[in-house]
């Protein structure tokens, strides 16, 4: 579809114009990936977004979900939500990327199946960790040593109390 445009008086097609603000949201969401965005561009166009003109919005659209993606943390499948981070992300993305698919992709559902056992496996290397430091403090605590910040704040609150006096 042609317009004139009301500035200049230059016929514009509408579909120019579209994908032109489209890559251009493509190029600002670029910074939201830092060193993974080969991989989310390589996963992108998994979805035959080919040729870039035609179908730049799509490629937006995908764009955009990976970035929410990278920016929450955090993906729901079967009604169960997920946290990943970015590098479980970027390595569920290479997973992805190197089997080889017949067809092109339609939704990201192989890419969550992915994500879920590696959330999985984030979560209970986190779970065990935080047990870990917790026995680690208990027995901090049991041999009679003190947390170094818990010791400068009681400081603090002592000569605060001193001063108080004075």
Not at 17 to 26: E, F, I, L
Not at 132 to 149: A, I
Request: aromatic letters at 10%; proline letters at 2%; hydrophobic letters at 40%.
């Amino acid at each position: 579809m042609k317009f004139r445009c009301p500035y200049c008086r230059r016929e514009c097609d509408f579909q120019d114009v579209q994908a032109d603000s489209d890559m251009a949201a493509v190029f600002q969401m670029i910074p939201a990936f830092g060193r993974h965005f080969t991989l989310v561009w390589a996963y992108v166009q998994l979805f035959s977004t080919t040729p870039l003109r035609m179908k730049s919005k799509k490629l937006r659209i995908l764009v955009n979900e990976m970035r929410i993606l990278y920016e929450e943390g955090r993906f729901s499948y079967q009604k169960k939500q997920y946290r990943i981070s970015n590098d479980g992300v970027a390595r569920a993305l290479d997973v992805v990327i190197h089997r080889n698919f017949e067809t092109a992709l339609t939704n990201h559902n192989y890419l969550k199946v992915i994500m879920v056992k590696i959330a999985e496996e984030e979560e209970r290397k986190a779970g065990a960790q935080a047990e870990r430091d917790l026995r680690q403090k208990e027995e901090r605590l049991m041999s009679g040593c003190r947390d170094d910040e818990t010791t400068a704040q009681n400081l603090k609150h002592v000569r605060a109390a001193i001063e108080a006096i004075k």
